[in-house]
């Protein structure tokens, strides 16, 4: 067991210090390669964030509208992160971004500079000269940790981004010209439509200041972002137009000609654009600040995070955050790809959940008021039927501070719901209600059992309860009263049981740990009721009607309309995370269950069966197993409860590399706002939580030399795999802090206490 | 000089105390009928306020909308205060209302009870029955002060409604039914057309308390109006249906049907309803709370200014704060009709400004950010082409510590202004530019010379300045440049030029008194510049041209198009305030002057020039002196500075029963936020102030036979006018405290000291 100093902890308090400390050590911030995943299905961004930050400043390489005459636009789903890497043009850079998600919103405050007659629409890329948007092309495009530079061909104005948590720091270096524009489109956004844009509001301070707010009805339905802009240099004149109806008290009574020049204006669709004189070489700087509450807020984000107009300084700060962030997983492996993939999985794993409140601790709660985050740094960008798998398991080891305040958050959310509900997918003081299950309730359980729970853990375990018993949502009365979900009155119904089975049994954990014996047995109990769903005919779960008779029509390998969402029978139907044995005795026992994992990864899956799986590629599939979508993340390590736990470690090794590669189209599938990630950084480590909110985390194969992981507390938990390569998959035996382990699980005591877990690695497998 | 004891003054520091205190006094609440004006053009609301209040409960006769077919729809004017008299329909009763202005806004959170089949459209008063509109007779209505009581017939409910600053307090009275309906119609506004309502907001906090809000862009541009509703019995269901387009967002992915019972609505076009099961002669209360900040201060507004359901325990509260207000100035009459005018002027005069923050102090500002107002009550509704005039003076006397608060909040919204000036006609957290001139500098320099000037003085000057140096405001760079605002760069421009002289006068009033010589100076010259429009050659003021030659055509009867606003030639060329001798000079000397008078009273004012005379009814014109507009208010004191100042005190008596009637129809024009019914009480009362800023108030004739002035200082100021009656209308002589007043003046200093002013009155006029 190895403690680091004090000294050294306290040291580190401040990200500064801790990159001066880290000089010596590697620069890890140089394996992140923020463009993977930016091409195809992984919804990811190359622009600038440091961890967690509350400003993404991206390039958009297109604005395709949500809807197109009334209906909606499949074409929008490729843009869920604004970039898509076979683009040829950029539109601008926005200041808003989910990671990795399968819908989205966001695509704030749109900035583009350019040279040359005013154009005020953004163009197209069949003819990008025909509006703002600029060419340009990946061999003059960096993306790095926090750094984004980009020559826009159509004007010769290199772009550079960087950002801090809640600004965005542009810097543009211009041709001379005498008729440069800073454009700032209000209109843009991602997921757009438009009915999307309630309201914006803009005001010119001064020559250098801006302010004002965007009010969206999106994915999130009412949600308001304020703002600061600070520009480094006067503008000399500015404009707006707005492209909405004309509002009719505006020229009413010959009033004050409020067309040029004038500072302020409100409306619907407005597009400004402010006006310069450049020098050859000339930078023009914009630091952008965020904020949840209000513009005075924002200006305060921005004079707090960015004091002076020192670009590389922003920078040099927002990667000293990072090699912070990524120094506390230290690989060895003599595969640079392979750091380029952990990394970047470490980055795009502490990309969300967002931060959502100013530097006062204000943030807008989901009941639409101001608040005060007493004790806690409040998040959003909750995507939690994705997340409670691997990500806040992850976190709960190597960020249980940040986890911790994301259940406190989770908590703030149900104090402030009309519903009287935990998250399901919030953002931005909204609640979208996307996907099934009610899985804060794994995420506060696991860290209610974990011991990562410094907030009131009973009145946490009330919020599960109340979440879990509101009879209205998604067929929970159904499920309460019939213990299952038929089909016919709740789509999705078979997901719908599995999932509540399982964060039932998440309640009666946490319930067990404190001492609540009558909630303890009523939801363990329920998490059994995956039983109902169960058709021990053909060997699946299936939809199940209110009759209690299981729907006749039934396919198992088509992933829509038979009581499943992003997952077929052959994939759900183990999704009892919480209760293999019992699944396996249900499938006929071990071997019978082998067989059929076994089948799962090797069958072939017809094409009519693929085009039903969403957001993923079809890479994202082996055999029938499909890796690109959660709800199979854990399939793989059920080997663990076979005779054949081997067969775990060669399937992880299969899909580690297949899944995720150091490519612009690197990832099978969404990265799902961390947890596919999640999952890679969990099993190139050689473990994952099958089951969070029991404390154990079931081997698999680890893919690097070594890897030391600082926690938190001060510990130091080292994995060593002896022998390890690309052939050497399998695991002969392992070791605990020297002494063999005898289980295919390791506690999460075992790597909060620090210590060292030694895997002997062969090309063939062992028991 | 008479003063009221410390103690007397201290025992009066709170409402309740003041009205057990005047228990024995005479009930003034009882003259007050705020069903004077309802009546074509006055434009004042029936319902429930108590003084100042942000909360005006009033009933809204029809919902006229601004645009009929993309065109403004004059029908909409009669509704500025949401109730037209003649109308037999109400269609429920909002919350917010402009009162006697001349254009329109508000009209926030209809109300309407009903009972039967659910009807969530409002319905025609053609065919009252289609919608929830009821019938109504003004048989069954009493409208007093703080109080409305009206039987709805369509359904047999009693309605009853009270008001404290900030809430709204409904008592409907049910006969006995199954279907008992309380609609809360988001989408009702005054001055309504389908792009105001930007976005509202609603959220069943429980089966008894409500919270949302609503922003809209109408006369004021970007408003937002918070709300807490608590019903004082559970409904038992409740929905809403949403009028706008559907947002795509809603239905996606068969998430929780949101359509029934379902807590939290967001949209452009929302009519909720809350059901209820109701016995004969049961009560259903609802108390109903606004914020500019958020639900969460309406909620406390709510709980801190309505802690019961005590309905009449508010209504005498209310009206015990009116009783309060109402005592400032006792005047004796026999007369009971000029008692109810007279406390109904100032009734009227109360009533707006309108306070603008919640009970912590904080508020929304021009910049739409949350502000606390420090040391100073915030209020809003300046309409100060108006009310610079006579209503701010008047509160110099009467209510010195509310001006002296909103002259604070016109600081503070300069100190917010994009455009760094003082407000012109300003409300909510926003500026509507309405009417000519920079007025707000007549209000805060009226302070400063009258020493009501608790804020740094000097930065009040430097707001003025500022203000009046704004070169791209209507014309003042031209003003600034040539003298004189050019016709056809700035219409309206010699009713400009002459507001922008009387105002910049009023800033060299208080340089001088702060010691200021250089702005004095420069500022007595601006003031000046009413010179530079006078064209000598026809006796008129006269639109002048950017070549400094008066426009050619030019007809000194019309109102319109002429280089004036709401006034004609005739009227306007009076303008010159600060300067009566110079003007009666430049007019040809007193006698000339006099005639002119004379004729402005007695001439014929052809049908065709009536039709263009804005706001006022046939009535509001005294032969072609127009006194339903403002810009004719002090010419009748203008005799004072002739040889025959009784022309003044016998025209006073003429306009004053002419203009001011205690019945429906008995306001002559738009009461214009109390600037009418200011002219009224200073006229009665027997002096005027012809030019704020300066100290002096102008005698003209009383028109009661006594009055207490009870000044916050403790001073005492009493009015006396001896043989006074409608015949009696000539000033033989005066005698301030006993000694001859050898002037034709009283000064301010003179009244705030307190003492006797004593008028004989005679039927033949004396010198």
């Known amino acids: 067991m190895l403690k680091k100093s004090l000294l050294s902890t306290l040291t580190c308090s401040t990200v500064l210090l801790c990159a001066a400390q880290n000089k010596t050590a590697e620069n890890l911030v140089q394996y992140v390669k923020p463009i993977i995943g930016t091409q195809r299905m992984g919804h990811t961004y190359p622009g600038a964030t440091v961890p967690f930050g509350m400003v993404q400043l991206s390039p958009d390489t297109d604005t395709i509208p949500y809807e197109m005459n009334g209906k909606y636009n499949p074409d929008v789903y490729k843009y869920c992160a604004g970039y898509q890497y076979d683009d040829s043009t950029i539109v601008g850079f926005s200041h808003t971004h989910f990671s990795g998600t399968g819908h989205s919103d966001l695509g704030d405050f749109l900035i583009m500079p350019t040279v040359g007659a005013l154009k005020l629409n953004p163009g197209t890329e069949a003819d990008p000269a025909s509006g703002y948007r600029s060419l340009f092309s990946h061999a003059n495009e960096v993306a790095a940790a926090d750094y984004y530079k980009v020559k826009l061909d159509s004007y010769n104005i290199l772009a550079e981004l960087t950002a801090t948590t809640r600004v965005g720091f542009h810097q543009y270096t211009f041709p001379k010209s005498d008729s440069a524009h800073i454009i700032l489109d209000l209109m ?73 020049n004038f500072p302020e204006i409100a409306g619907r669709q407005i597009r400004a654009y402010f006006d310069f004189k450049t020098e050859e070489g000339e930078k023009i700087k914009i630091k952008f600040a965020l904020s949840p509450v209000s513009t005075t807020n924002a200006l305060a984000n921005l004079r707090t995070e960015t004091p002076t107009w020192d670009f590389d300084a922003v920078k040099r700060q927002g990667q000293a955050m990072w090699q912070n962030e990524l120094s506390k997983i230290i690989i060895t492996t003599n595969s640079s790809a392979e750091k380029q993939n952990f990394y970047t999985a470490m980055y795009h794993a502490f990309i969300s959940p967002t931060i959502y409140m100013d530097n006062d601790s204000t943030y807008k709660g989901l009941d639409q008021n101001i608040h005060t985050a007493k ?40 104090n402030q719901s009309a519903e009287h509900m935990l998250p399901v997918w919030s953002n931005s003081a909204n609640e979208n209600w996307c996907m099934t299950g009610y899985h804060a309730v794994s995420v506060v359980c696991d860290a209610i059992v974990k011991g990562n729970a410094p907030f009131d853990e009973n009145k946490a375990l009330d919020a599960c309860i ?49 001492g609540r014996n009558d909630v303890y047995e009523a939801y363990l109990k329920r998490s059994e009721n995956y039983k109902n769903v169960w058709d021990a005919s053909i060997g699946f779960m299936r939809p199940k009607m209110s009759d209690r008779q299981f729907r006749k ?70 055999g029938n197993y499909v890796h690109g979508n959660e709800p199979s993340h854990h399939i793989v390590y059920l080997y663990n409860f076979t005779d054949e736990p081997w067969k775990a470690q060669a399937r992880v090794r299969q899909i580690l590399p297949m899944q995720y590669k150091n490519t612009p189209d690197g990832l099978g599938g969404n990265d799902d706002a961390g947890q596919m990630s999640a999952w890679y950084i969990f099993s190139t480590l050689g473990f994952y939580p099958i089951a969070p909110a029991s404390d154990q985390y079931w081997l698999g194969s680890p893919a690097i030399d070594a890897a030391t992981l600082t926690l938190e507390n001060g510990n130091i938990f080292t994995i060593k795999a002896l022998n390890q390569n690309d052939r050497n998959v399998y695991v002969q035996k392992v070791l605990l802090n020297g002494k063999p382990l005898n289980r295919r699980y390791i506690t999460h005591n075992e790597i909060m206490n620090g210590g060292e877990l030694t895997f002997y690695m062969s090309s063939k497998h062992g028991k």
Chains 1, 2 share one sequence.
């Not at 757009?192 to 999130?220: F, P, Q």
């Not at 409040?378 to 039927?385: A, G, H, K």
Request: hydrophobic share 35%; with cysteine.
């Open 188 to 260: 843009h956004g991602i997921y757009n439509y438009d009915e999307k844009n309630v309201w914006t509001y803009l005001r010119v301070e001064n020559d250098t200041l801006i302010t004002g707010y965007r009010v969206t009805s999106g994915w999130a339905r009412t949600r308001t972002v304020y703002f600061a802009m600070t520009f480094s240099k006067p503008f000399y004149q500015y404009d707006n137009t707005n492209y909405s109806k004309k509002t009719v008290y505006r020229g009413f009574w010959g009033k004050w000609d409020q067309s040029y």
């Open 375 to 414: 004790g806690f740094t409040n998040y959003t960008t909750f995507s939690l039927w994705d997340t409670y798998r691997a990500l806040h398991p992850l976190f709960n080891i190597i960020q249980p501070k940040r986890n911790a305040d994301m259940v406190q958050s989770m908590l703030a959310h149900y």
């Open 466 to 514: 109340a979440t879990s018993n509101h009879r209205s949502y998604e067929g929970i009365g159904y499920y309460i009263d019939n213990g299952y979900v038929p089909e016919d009155k709740s789509g999705s119904s078979v997901s719908k049981t599995l999932e509540y089975a399982y964060d039932d049994w998440c309640i009666a954990q946490a319930a067990k740990k404190l």
């Open 553 to 622: 029509e039934f396919d198992p390998m088509r992933t829509i309309d038979e009581g499943f969402i992003e997952g077929n029978a052959w994939n759900y139907s183990l999704y009892v995370p919480q209760a293999p044995d019992t699944l396996i005795a249900m499938m006929g026992g071990k071997k019978k269950f082998t067989a059929h994992l076994d089948s799962l990864f090797t069958m072939e899956l017809p094409d009519k069966y693929f085009a039903e799986t969403e957001d993923i590629t079809r890479d994202g599939i082996i």
